[in-house]
């Protein structure tokens, strides 16, 4: 079922563009110092969300801006300067949140290319395998032609998607009547939560530096490992003749167990790639190379060109990054 990262990898990668091209397609923006005057809040999966509420000044004239990012903790304190985006149109609208959408849109998009990535190299062409991945598109096509047959649902469903789109990203100043509307946090609360989320943050941040470290020390030892075995290793061809599962959580694992001809044994050697994946990556009986060592039959591995060193490499970065975020968590000062 490799089409899922396909059509995965298209609708990221597609929804990062839109949120890019959102960004960057209204015009140059105003930017004027806004002030974070108190805090919205919203009832949303049985939690509370902060949203801060913004005051600038536009042609004389204070005006409100709710910021389009929640979180269950405050961002920043009341009284703090913050730049806003203005856009002066039919409709004013400003935002306080573009670098962080940009963020959002970017790893949508990188994300997105990396799925269609995997497609391409674990896709393997065949009747069977393409017969799949057009009942899937055409299963999910016919579900949604089906599902908005009415044109008037249709319409309705773009309202909405409209109207969600402009609450979150494209949000504009808050109305006299919309701002009597929202639930105003005390401004009391918000220092109590300041004070208890700033310790929640640095034992957090704690123990993530705890865990990228270790994680970065293993990983760093798996490559030095996987790069002593490499600089040896030789090649020869070999053969998946059955998967070994794993049970977990979300599902069984795919192991391929490879055979193939070491020189310094009598018959076949078959051993289990360290790496599964589900669905399973390989077919049986599709032929792999492999690559072994001289001395230790079992010692072996598949060739998977660059990403032979790419996986100790990406846990290196993840490892890293896990840190750096602790670091920050641990000694950031909420402003």
């Not at 020189?263 to 032929?287: C, K, N, Q, T």
Request: with cysteine; charged share 20%; proline share 4%.
């Amino acid at each position: 079922m490799e089409i899922v990262f396909l059509l995965a990898g298209c609708m990221l990668s597609f929804f990062g563009i839109v949120l890019l091209r959102e960004q960057h397609g209204k015009g140059k923006p105003v930017h004027i110092l806004g002030e974070v005057v108190g805090y919205i809040q919203e009832e949303k999966q049985k939690s509370n969300f902060l949203y801060p509420l913004v005051k600038f000044i536009w042609k004389g004239v204070p005006k409100y801006l709710k910021g389009s990012i929640g979180s269950i903790h405050p961002r920043f304190k009341l009284g703090h300067k913050i730049e806003v985006k203005v856009w002066a149109g039919e409709k004013l609208q400003a935002q306080i949140e573009g670098r962080a959408l940009g963020i959002v849109a970017w790893f949508l998009i990188v994300f997105g290319v990396a799925l269609i990535a995997v497609f391409f190299k674990n896709f393997h062409l065949s009747i069977f395998s393409l017969l799949i991945g057009f009942g899937v598109v055409g299963k999910i096509v016919y579900e949604m032609k089906k599902k908005f047959t009415n044109p008037q649902e249709m319409q309705g469903m773009k309202d909405k998607l409209g109207v969600m789109w402009s609450k979150h990203f494209s949000p504009g100043v808050l109305s006299d009547e919309e701002l009597k509307q929202m639930t105003m946090v005390d401004p009391s609360s918000i220092a109590k939560l300041f004070e208890k989320f700033a310790v929640q943050n640095r034992r957090v941040g704690f123990a993530l530096v705890c865990i990228g470290l270790g994680c970065s020390y293993f990983s760093f030892n798996w490559y030095q490992k996987r790069q002593a075995f490499l600089t040896t290793a030789q090649s020869a061809p070999g053969k998946v003749v059955r998967m070994e599962t794993s049970s977990g959580s979300k599902g069984k694992t795919y192991f391929p167990v490879v055979q193939y001809r070491h020189p310094a044994s009598a018959g076949p050697v078959e051993f289990r790639h360290s790496i599964g994946s589900s669905p399973p990556s390989y077919d049986l009986g599709e032929g792999v190379q492999v690559l072994y060592d001289q001395k230790n039959p079992m010692e072996a591995m598949i060739d998977q060109g660059m990403m032979n060193r790419g996986f100790p490499m990406l846990c290196m970065i993840l490892s890293a990054l896990v840190t750096f975020l602790g670091l920050r968590m641990s000694t950031k000062q909420k402003v």
